[in-house]
Protein backbone atom coordinates (compact mmCIF):
# COMPACT_ATOMS: atom_id res chain seq x y z
CA UNK A 1 0.00 0.00 0.00
CA UNK A 2 2.71 2.56 0.75
CA UNK A 3 4.43 1.61 -2.62
CA UNK A 4 1.14 2.52 -3.89
CA UNK A 5 0.82 5.86 -2.25
CA UNK A 6 4.48 6.30 -3.43
CA UNK A 7 4.00 6.24 -6.86
CA UNK A 8 0.87 8.04 -6.90
CA UNK A 9 2.54 11.27 -5.15
CA UNK A 10 5.52 10.64 -7.56
CA UNK A 11 3.30 11.08 -10.62
CA UNK A 12 2.14 14.15 -8.93
CA UNK A 13 5.18 15.86 -7.85
CA UNK A 14 6.34 15.12 -11.70
CA UNK A 15 3.43 17.21 -12.61
CA UNK A 16 4.18 19.60 -10.15
CA UNK A 17 7.87 20.13 -11.30
CA UNK A 18 7.02 20.00 -14.57
CA UNK A 19 4.62 23.22 -14.40
CA UNK A 20 7.32 24.89 -11.51
CA UNK A 21 9.35 27.48 -13.39
CA UNK A 22 13.06 27.44 -12.63
CA UNK A 23 14.43 29.44 -9.83
CA UNK A 24 16.48 32.67 -11.49
CA UNK A 25 17.41 34.10 -8.38
CA UNK A 26 19.75 33.23 -5.14
CA UNK A 27 17.23 32.35 -2.24
CA UNK A 28 20.57 29.87 -0.48
CA UNK A 29 20.48 32.30 2.30
CA UNK A 30 16.75 32.81 3.36
CA UNK A 31 15.51 29.53 2.40
CA UNK A 32 18.50 27.14 1.51
CA UNK A 33 17.30 26.03 -1.62
CA UNK A 34 19.46 26.29 -4.99
CA UNK A 35 19.44 27.71 -8.70
CA UNK A 36 20.92 25.23 -11.63
CA UNK A 37 23.67 27.67 -11.69
CA UNK A 38 24.32 27.51 -7.95
CA UNK A 39 23.54 23.49 -8.24
CA UNK A 40 26.57 23.54 -11.10
CA UNK A 41 28.82 25.70 -9.40
CA UNK A 42 28.35 23.06 -6.08
CA UNK A 43 29.04 20.42 -8.21
CA UNK A 44 32.34 21.72 -9.75
CA UNK A 45 33.38 22.24 -6.50
CA UNK A 46 32.43 18.25 -5.20
CA UNK A 47 34.08 17.04 -8.45
CA UNK A 48 37.71 18.92 -7.85
CA UNK A 49 38.48 18.19 -4.11
CA UNK A 50 36.42 14.53 -4.46
CA UNK A 51 37.56 13.31 -7.56
CA UNK A 52 35.23 9.96 -7.02
CA UNK A 53 32.59 12.52 -8.06
CA UNK A 54 31.94 13.30 -11.49
CA UNK A 55 29.54 14.83 -14.21
CA UNK A 56 27.25 13.01 -16.33
CA UNK A 57 24.82 13.63 -19.12
CA UNK A 58 22.36 10.96 -19.25
CA UNK A 59 19.55 9.97 -21.58
CA UNK A 60 19.44 12.64 -24.17
CA UNK A 61 15.62 12.85 -24.88
CA UNK A 62 15.51 13.47 -20.79
CA UNK A 63 18.24 16.46 -20.49
CA UNK A 64 17.12 19.62 -18.68
CA UNK A 65 17.47 22.47 -20.68
CA UNK A 66 17.76 24.50 -17.50
CA UNK A 67 21.01 22.34 -16.77
CA UNK A 68 24.21 22.19 -19.27
CA UNK A 69 24.46 19.66 -21.91
CA UNK A 70 27.36 18.39 -20.28
CA UNK A 71 26.64 18.68 -16.45
CA UNK A 72 23.24 16.98 -16.24
CA UNK A 73 23.41 15.16 -12.87
CA UNK A 74 26.52 13.67 -10.18
CA UNK A 75 27.57 10.27 -10.31
CA UNK A 76 30.09 8.12 -8.14
CA UNK A 77 30.04 4.01 -8.66
CA UNK A 78 31.02 1.08 -7.21
CA UNK A 79 31.02 2.74 -3.56
CA UNK A 80 31.57 -0.21 -0.62
CA UNK A 81 28.30 -1.16 1.48
CA UNK A 82 30.15 -3.95 3.71
CA UNK A 83 27.46 -4.56 6.09
CA UNK A 84 23.30 -4.25 6.33
CA UNK A 85 21.39 -1.59 8.42
CA UNK A 86 20.01 -4.13 11.03
CA UNK A 87 23.55 -5.29 11.76
CA UNK A 88 24.60 -2.12 13.28
CA UNK A 89 24.86 -1.92 17.25
CA UNK A 90 24.79 2.11 18.40
CA UNK A 91 25.19 2.58 22.01
CA UNK A 92 23.08 5.44 22.29
CA UNK A 93 19.35 6.77 21.23
CA UNK A 94 17.99 8.16 18.59
CA UNK A 95 16.05 11.84 18.24
CA UNK A 96 14.13 13.45 15.17
CA UNK A 97 15.80 16.16 13.52
CA UNK A 98 12.83 17.71 11.63
CA UNK A 99 9.78 16.56 13.59
CA UNK A 100 5.52 16.96 12.88
CA UNK A 101 5.61 15.46 9.66
CA UNK A 102 3.70 12.62 7.47
CA UNK A 103 6.80 11.08 7.04
CA UNK A 104 8.09 10.87 10.46
CA UNK A 105 11.31 13.52 10.38
CA UNK A 106 14.71 12.78 10.03
CA UNK A 107 16.43 10.72 12.93
CA UNK A 108 19.71 11.70 13.90
CA UNK A 109 21.64 8.79 16.55
CA UNK A 110 23.70 9.82 19.45
CA UNK A 111 26.60 7.98 20.85
CA UNK A 112 26.93 8.09 24.78
CA UNK A 113 29.78 8.01 27.35
CA UNK A 114 29.56 5.99 30.06
CA UNK A 115 28.99 9.25 31.85
CA UNK A 116 25.38 9.55 30.40
CA UNK A 117 26.56 12.99 27.89
CA UNK A 118 26.15 12.67 24.66
CA UNK A 119 29.53 13.07 22.42
CA UNK A 120 27.92 14.83 19.89
CA UNK A 121 24.13 15.84 19.36
CA UNK A 122 22.03 16.96 15.94
CA UNK A 123 22.71 20.02 13.62
CA UNK A 124 25.18 21.19 16.68
CA UNK A 125 27.40 18.60 16.34
CA UNK A 126 27.45 18.62 12.13
CA UNK A 127 28.31 22.54 12.48
CA UNK A 128 31.05 22.07 14.72
CA UNK A 129 32.84 19.27 12.47
CA UNK A 130 32.85 22.57 9.47
CA UNK A 131 33.81 25.57 11.71
CA UNK A 132 37.92 26.14 11.60
CA UNK A 133 38.41 28.39 14.78
CA UNK A 134 38.71 24.66 16.96
CA UNK A 135 37.55 26.49 20.32
CA UNK A 136 35.30 23.51 21.40
CA UNK A 137 39.24 21.29 20.88
CA UNK A 138 40.82 23.87 22.79
CA UNK A 139 38.84 23.73 25.31
CA UNK A 140 38.80 20.30 25.74
CA UNK A 141 42.32 19.99 25.93
CA UNK A 142 42.72 22.91 28.45
CA UNK A 143 39.94 21.40 30.94
CA UNK A 144 41.65 17.68 30.55
CA UNK A 145 44.76 19.25 31.76
CA UNK A 146 43.59 21.10 34.59
CA UNK A 147 42.16 17.62 35.55
CA UNK A 148 45.64 15.71 35.38
CA UNK A 149 47.32 15.95 38.86
CA UNK A 150 50.63 16.30 37.26
CA UNK A 151 49.58 20.01 36.50
CA UNK A 152 48.06 20.87 39.39
CA UNK A 153 51.24 21.50 41.86
CA UNK A 154 49.12 19.45 44.60
CA UNK A 155 49.36 15.61 43.92
CA UNK A 156 52.85 14.15 42.66
CA UNK A 157 55.03 17.13 43.06
CA UNK A 158 58.57 15.61 43.82
CA UNK A 159 58.09 12.21 43.97
CA UNK A 160 57.11 12.00 40.59
CA UNK A 161 60.43 13.54 39.24
CA UNK A 162 61.67 11.05 41.46
CA UNK A 163 59.73 7.89 40.29
CA UNK A 164 61.59 5.58 37.33
CA UNK A 165 60.06 6.42 33.34
CA UNK A 166 58.44 3.46 32.19
CA UNK A 167 59.91 0.86 30.01
CA UNK A 168 57.79 2.06 26.18
CA UNK A 169 58.66 -1.58 25.00
CA UNK A 170 57.12 -3.68 27.49
CA UNK A 171 54.10 -0.80 28.32
CA UNK A 172 53.43 -1.90 24.39
CA UNK A 173 54.32 -5.56 24.63
CA UNK A 174 51.49 -5.93 27.86
CA UNK A 175 48.62 -4.70 25.26
CA UNK A 176 47.94 -1.64 27.12
CA UNK A 177 47.94 0.49 24.21
CA UNK A 178 44.76 -1.24 22.84
CA UNK A 179 42.22 -0.49 26.03
CA UNK A 180 38.52 -0.81 25.46
CA UNK A 181 36.45 2.18 24.76
CA UNK A 182 33.06 1.48 26.35
CA UNK A 183 31.54 4.95 24.36
CA UNK A 184 32.88 3.29 20.89
CA UNK A 185 29.65 1.46 19.02
CA UNK A 186 30.12 -2.09 18.60
CA UNK A 187 29.78 -3.13 14.86
CA UNK A 188 29.76 -6.77 13.67
CA UNK A 189 32.70 -7.22 11.33
CA UNK A 190 32.13 -8.30 7.60
CA UNK A 191 31.30 -12.29 6.74
CA UNK A 192 34.31 -13.56 5.44
CA UNK A 193 33.29 -16.24 2.21
CA UNK A 194 35.52 -18.57 0.71
CA UNK A 195 35.77 -17.67 -2.95
CA UNK A 196 36.43 -21.27 -4.52
CA UNK A 197 38.21 -18.78 -7.56
CA UNK A 198 41.12 -17.46 -5.09
CA UNK A 199 42.87 -20.51 -4.32
CA UNK A 200 40.55 -20.88 -1.09
CA UNK A 201 41.43 -17.93 0.05
CA UNK A 202 39.01 -15.67 2.53
CA UNK A 203 37.72 -13.25 0.43
CA UNK A 204 34.93 -10.28 1.61
CA UNK A 205 31.47 -10.32 -0.36
CA UNK A 206 30.51 -7.07 -0.35
CA UNK A 207 27.66 -5.09 -2.27
CA UNK A 208 28.34 -2.11 -3.98
CA UNK A 209 26.23 1.17 -4.79
CA UNK A 210 26.25 3.82 -7.33
CA UNK A 211 25.30 6.99 -6.39
CA UNK A 212 23.83 10.03 -8.32
CA UNK A 213 22.68 13.42 -7.57
CA UNK A 214 20.15 15.29 -9.30
CA UNK A 215 18.57 18.88 -9.08
CA UNK A 216 14.84 19.40 -8.42
CA UNK A 217 12.99 21.66 -10.04
CA UNK A 218 10.41 21.46 -7.34
CA UNK A 219 11.92 21.61 -4.52
CA UNK A 220 14.97 23.47 -5.96
CA UNK A 221 17.43 21.32 -4.18
CA UNK A 222 19.66 18.47 -4.82
CA UNK A 223 18.27 14.73 -4.85
CA UNK A 224 20.33 11.36 -4.36
CA UNK A 225 19.54 8.17 -5.79
CA UNK A 226 21.07 5.15 -5.16
CA UNK A 227 21.19 1.78 -7.40
CA UNK A 228 22.78 -1.67 -5.61
CA UNK A 229 24.29 -4.30 -7.01
CA UNK A 230 25.96 -7.60 -5.37
CA UNK A 231 29.53 -8.87 -5.57
CA UNK A 232 29.07 -10.48 -8.95
CA UNK A 233 27.56 -6.94 -9.85
CA UNK A 234 24.03 -8.07 -10.09
CA UNK A 235 21.74 -5.72 -9.29
CA UNK A 236 19.77 -6.14 -5.98
CA UNK A 237 16.24 -6.06 -5.84
CA UNK A 238 13.76 -3.40 -3.98
CA UNK A 239 13.80 -5.24 -0.67
CA UNK A 240 17.71 -5.77 -1.08
CA UNK A 241 18.31 -2.09 -1.29
CA UNK A 242 15.86 -1.06 1.65
CA UNK A 243 18.26 -3.20 3.63
CA UNK A 244 21.17 -0.68 3.51
CA UNK A 245 18.59 1.89 4.33
CA UNK A 246 17.84 3.76 8.07
CA UNK A 247 14.62 1.71 8.72
CA UNK A 248 13.52 5.09 10.42
CA UNK A 249 13.60 5.64 6.39
CA UNK A 250 12.89 3.21 4.58
CA UNK A 251 9.52 3.54 2.15
CA UNK A 252 9.07 6.80 4.00
CA UNK A 253 12.24 9.45 3.16
CA UNK A 254 13.37 6.58 0.71
CA UNK A 255 11.63 5.50 -1.81
CA UNK A 256 11.48 3.91 -5.84
CA UNK A 257 11.05 6.13 -8.35
CA UNK A 258 11.74 6.74 -11.77
CA UNK A 259 15.35 8.83 -12.82
CA UNK A 260 14.84 11.81 -14.46
CA UNK A 261 17.22 11.25 -16.40
CA UNK A 262 17.93 7.46 -17.12
CA UNK A 263 15.55 4.75 -18.25
CA UNK A 264 15.28 1.86 -16.76
CA UNK A 265 13.64 0.19 -13.41
CA UNK A 266 13.15 2.90 -10.27
CA UNK A 267 15.59 3.68 -8.39
CA UNK A 268 15.95 3.90 -4.21
CA UNK A 269 15.86 7.70 -3.90
CA UNK A 270 15.95 9.90 -1.01
CA UNK A 271 12.76 12.69 -0.54
CA UNK A 272 14.06 16.20 -1.27
CA UNK A 273 11.19 17.49 0.83
CA UNK A 274 13.14 18.42 4.06
CA UNK A 275 16.72 19.28 2.38
CA UNK A 276 15.81 23.26 2.12
CA UNK A 277 14.84 23.17 5.89
CA UNK A 278 17.78 21.28 7.43
CA UNK A 279 20.29 23.25 5.14
CA UNK A 280 18.62 26.78 6.18
CA UNK A 281 19.32 25.60 10.29
CA UNK A 282 22.51 24.89 9.13
CA UNK A 283 23.14 28.42 7.88
CA UNK A 284 22.13 29.76 10.60
CA UNK A 285 23.91 27.88 13.01
CA UNK A 286 27.27 28.77 11.18
CA UNK A 287 26.13 32.34 10.93
CA UNK A 288 25.54 32.73 15.04
CA UNK A 289 28.75 31.49 15.54
CA UNK A 290 30.44 34.09 13.31
CA UNK A 291 30.98 31.81 10.21
CA UNK A 292 29.62 32.52 6.83
CA UNK A 293 28.42 29.37 4.57
CA UNK A 294 29.37 29.78 0.84
CA UNK A 295 26.98 28.09 -1.67
CA UNK A 296 29.96 25.68 -3.26
CA UNK A 297 29.49 24.08 -0.41
CA UNK A 298 26.63 22.92 -0.21
CA UNK A 299 26.94 19.51 -1.72
CA UNK A 300 29.53 18.41 0.43
CA UNK A 301 27.57 19.24 3.57
CA UNK A 302 24.50 17.90 1.69
CA UNK A 303 26.42 14.39 1.51
CA UNK A 304 27.06 14.68 5.37
CA UNK A 305 23.64 14.93 6.62
CA UNK A 306 22.07 12.47 4.20
CA UNK A 307 24.68 9.85 5.39
CA UNK A 308 21.98 9.50 8.30
CA UNK A 309 19.56 8.08 5.88
CA UNK A 310 22.24 5.35 3.93
CA UNK A 311 24.91 5.26 6.81
CA UNK A 312 26.24 1.78 5.72
CA UNK A 313 27.06 3.27 1.96
CA UNK A 314 30.48 4.71 2.54
CA UNK A 315 30.81 7.58 -0.01
CA UNK A 316 31.42 10.18 2.27
CA UNK A 317 35.48 11.19 1.80
CA UNK A 318 35.01 15.02 2.37
CA UNK A 319 36.23 14.59 6.35
CA UNK A 320 37.12 18.06 6.57
CA UNK A 321 36.74 21.77 4.89
CA UNK A 322 36.66 25.33 5.59
CA UNK A 323 34.40 27.79 6.38
CA UNK A 324 35.22 31.03 6.49
CA UNK A 325 35.18 33.83 9.13
CA UNK A 326 34.10 37.11 9.60
Keep these: MQNV ?24 RETGVLTPEEFVA ?11 WAWAIGDED ?45 VETHHYNPDGEASGSGLEQKVCEMTLDGSKADDDEEAADMDDPRNSGE ?54 Y ?17 VGYDENRKPLTMEEMYEDVSQDHAKKTVTMENHPHLPGPPMAS ?25 VHMYLIIFLKFVQTVIPTIEYDFTQNFNITNK
Design 210 to 226: DLHITYDKYYQTPRLWV
Design 62 to 106: RAKSYMPKDKQFLITRNVPCYRRCKQMEYVGEETLVEEGDADGGW
Design 155 to 208: AGGDDDDDADAIDMDEFEESGMLEEYDPSRAEIPQPVKKKDSTADGDSVIHTRT
Design 270 to 294: VHPCKHADIMKKIIQTVEEGGGELG
Design 42 to 52: AGDHLTHHCPT
Design 5 to 28: LNSVKGTALGVAEYLTPVLKESKF
